[in-house]
């Protein structure tokens, strides 16, 4: 029901924008909650073209998840419920935020996400999604400090509703949302958090990482722009090294959902890069089709997820496309888009914010840049493919996976049209190819070479093994984002060393009491369960022990 109802305001959101763009007009509705004299309390709403489009796809997405949802997380029990109020409080608490040319209600929005991203990346109550959720609500704390900080400063303007100040407010006040937007958006040195809230169950990592959380920062910096934001060097370096370093990180990272999550890092950079370098039109584009295949690609993880028994090692899914066809089928197509490859939807936005680059003649250093993380897109995405699809299949030999997977197949399907369809599609729409850029053959070409380039390498350096030959610190190093995650990471290994050793940290009471019985219940419950989950070659072994003592 609430994905239905949600699909409707999609179109009707979408019907609107179409609406406001052919008119070349914009709505402001303001709704007085009361008068005090001389005092006014105006809650404001802004509608616009960016603001209709953006929260039609945030509703598409939002009503697939919640039908993937429907099967992913239950039937109709307590903590489905709480599940789907959760999703829908994001949902709407993204919606207060889209809607507001005022920097009060934004907080509210803002707030709003980022508490509830705690509650959602803490659902599943182990120690480490608590850790993770702390990292995730602690740095989004910070993005929120700088903007009470920066609604303070607009008190001296005489109203919060920034749309009429843009050009006149203070160039410090500027750093202040850059910073506090750098912290939503996860950029270089907030990027820690955002590999962590992969604790969260699937469909919300397909929630928050495509359209909502972590798009909120490049979303408010699209509302502030103006032109203090162009051509900033340093920002732009900042952002470039998000890019790089989160590909870098992808390309040693095993973890299936890690790689998707460093991959949106990786996207995240590339808009504010765009942004930064005054296209704001083709930031937000690449904003919307990048949030449909990255939507796409969570869900398809969270399916192999789930019919492989929680693994997430991609070592252990080899040739999983004999028995998942049609997720295999989504999942390779979401990657093809993220890589940029042509006709897709992830092409349309790349392809144009390239081009544009050439043009903006920036120093040498962010070109070379700039290239080598697309190639460095295609060479991780590759490996993932290869390590899922190319190699033989590592698990369980006594597994049976069958994609059985009822109503999430709909909503895996119906993104998978929207990933090839909607990149073409919104740019026609907005005519956004009508600008004439004359290029050198070689410099056009130069974005299909390193494509190719990284398809090459990401194939010869997975298959060769070679990627795995250095010294042991540069895996240490990728491993933990360039030591990014200080000594955050640390309080997480001690706490587990500490619950994984209690039998060490018991007295003598506790241990032939209450706490030292459930403890050995519970590693026994761990033994019996590898025993059931392992190889054939244990069932044959057990069943000739039977059979000797039998005779």
Request: neutral net charge.
């Amino acid at each position: 029901m609430w994905s239905i109802f949600l699909f409707m305001f999609s179109v009707l959101f979408f019907l609107l924008g179409l609406l406001l763009l052919l008119n070349e007009y914009s709505l402001l509705f303001e709704w007085v909650l009361f008068n005090f004299n001389s005092v006014n309390f105006v809650y404001i709403i802004y509608l616009d073209q960016v603001c209709a489009f953006f929260l039609s796809v945030v509703m598409l997405i939002s009503s697939m998840v919640i039908l993937y949802s429907n099967f992913y997380m239950g039937d109709y029990n307590y903590g489905s419920v709480r599940f789907l109020l959760l999703v829908l409080t994001f949902v709407f608490s993204m919606f207060l935020m889209i809607i507001s040319p005022n920097l009060i209600s934004i907080l509210l929005g803002w707030d709003g996400l980022g508490l509830i991203s705690y509650c959602l990346v803490i659902y599943y109550n182990s120690l480490k999604s608590y850790l993770a959720g702390m990292i995730t609500c602690l740095i989004n704390r910070l993005g929120d400090i700088g903007l009470l900080i920066s609604i303070s400063w607009m008190f001296s303007y005489g109203s919060w509703s920034f749309m009429f100040y843009i050009n006149v407010i203070d160039s410090y006040l500027y750093y202040l949302i850059i910073l506090s937007s750098f912290t939503k958006s996860a950029q270089i040195p907030f990027s820690s958090w955002l590999p962590a809230a992969m604790a969260a169950p699937t469909p919300v990592s397909s929630l928050v990482h495509s359209s909502t959380l972590v798009t909120a920062g490049v979303y408010l910096l699209i509302r502030f722009f103006s032109k203090y934001l162009v051509n900033n060097i340093y920002i732009i370096f900042i952002s470039l090294l998000t890019m790089i370093m989160s590909s870098v990180c992808a390309s040693y990272e095993f973890d299936l959902k890690k790689i998707i999550a460093l991959s949106t890092l990786s996207q995240l950079g590339l808009m504010m890069v765009t942004l930064f370098m005054g296209l704001f039109e083709l930031s937000f584009f690449h904003l919307l089709t990048h949030a449909m295949f990255k939507s796409l690609l969570f869900l398809c993880s969270g399916i192999i997820i789930h019919l492989m028994g929680n693994c997430q090692d991609i070592r252990f899914m080899g040739s999983i496309c004999f028995c998942m066809p049609i997720t295999c089928s989504c999942f390779n197509l979401a990657n093809m888009a993220l890589c940029g490859f042509p006709f897709l939807s992830g092409f349309y936005s790349k392809d144009l914010i390239v081009e544009n680059l050439s043009f903006n003649g920036l120093n040498i250093i962010v070109w070379i840049l700039f290239y080598l993380s697309l190639g460095l897109t295609v060479f991780y995405s590759l490996r993932l493919f290869y390590y899922t699809i190319i190699t033989k299949f590592n698990y369980l030999s006594f597994s049976d996976i069958s994609e059985n997977i009822n109503m999430m197949k709909y909503s895996v399907m119906f993104l998978c049209l929207f990933s090839i369809m909607f990149g073409c599609g919104y740019m026609w729409i907005l005519n956004l190819d009508l600008s004439f850029l004359l290029l050198p053959f070689y410099l056009k070409l130069l974005t299909l070479v390193m494509v190719f380039m990284g398809l090459y390498l990401g194939f010869e350096l997975t298959t060769a093994k070679f990627l795995y030959k250095l010294p042991m610190m540069f895996y240490i190093m990728n491993g933990s984002m360039w030591f990014m995650y200080s000594y955050s990471h640390m309080l997480y290994i001690s706490n587990y060393y500490f619950s994984s050793g209690m039998m060490l940290n018991l007295y003598w009471g506790e241990f032939f009491g209450g706490l030292g019985i459930s403890y050995i219940f519970l590693k026994f419950s761990n033994f019996i369960q590898l025993y059931h989950l392992n190889s054939y070659k244990i069932f044959t072994i057990s069943m000739l022990i039977w059979l000797i003592i039998m005779i």
